[in-house]
């Protein structure tokens, strides 16, 4: 979810009130705050109050939380989340975009973050199974809606937490319940052993901007991501990777990238896109891309992929 700064509200809103055959356009709001009650309603719509503020969910708007794209049916989820006593998301944060509509007071929702509160840890492994850094104990959870990623390298690879040696230096991200510190990303800073052996390639980081009007104007991407390497000879420098956008299922090819081996650590590579999409009057490929797929075409890759949601 991309935020805009004050001034740009203020002059977004200055302008709206500046014309008198505007005064009942829809209005941008965004709001940041606490959650203190979730519903789901008859219709498939959800509605969530945010700092006493009433918001309309309608269905299909997209929900994130740190870890997941979640449904209304997962929102409104009054089951508490790992280490909590509160109803699913009561209690945590929400950021919302949207809009209101002056002649009643309505604001509808176009875009929702959630979390149930945000810690940041940043120190070093003291205990590699069970995890505690700083000794401090780091819990991981199954629950869906704020699942925990496996805990990776630099690069974005999973790693092998048993093998975490002590003072290895680690970012946790979570929330502390009481007892143990949940956490739903945990970034190792230091030399790991990765789960996998076989080639691998992860999307460390991704963005797309929206360019209108769709048919006149492409869409901004860029894409940040990582490849192994020990599968290539030291002779191999570079490696392939296409890069797709993927909607409803379907892949659609923007490009490739190249992968340069890094050399402060030679057995993984590196790599940045930018692209600017097509132009189109398509209603999925004139928008913005939100998921992205790399690929490893090659040699002896059995091309590795990932699929990422932009983030």
Known sequence: ????????????????????SLVHAAVPVELDGAITAVKLNNDGSATLTVMGVTVTLPKGTPVTSPSAMLTLQQLADTT???GRTEAGFVGGTAFISGTGDPATGSVTASDVFVEAAKHIVVGFVTSGEPLTVNNMPVSFSKDPRLPSAPPKNKYGFPVKVSALKSGTPVVVEGYWDGKSFRAFSTAINGKAEVMSIYPQVAIVASKSWERTPNNEKGDDVEIRGSVTMSH???TITTQTIRIFRVDKGVDTMLGDAIANRDPEDPD?????FKVTTPPSSDAILGSAPTRFKAVNIS???IEADTTEFVR
């Open 1 to 20: 979810m991309k935020f805009r700064t004050i001034a740009s509200l203020l002059s977004a809103l200055t302008f709206l009130g500046s014309s008198a």
């Open 299 to 301: 040699a002896a890759t």
């Open 268 to 272: 993984y590579g590196t790599f940045n």
């Open 232 to 234: 290539a000879p030291n």
């Open 80 to 82: 508490p989340l790992p």
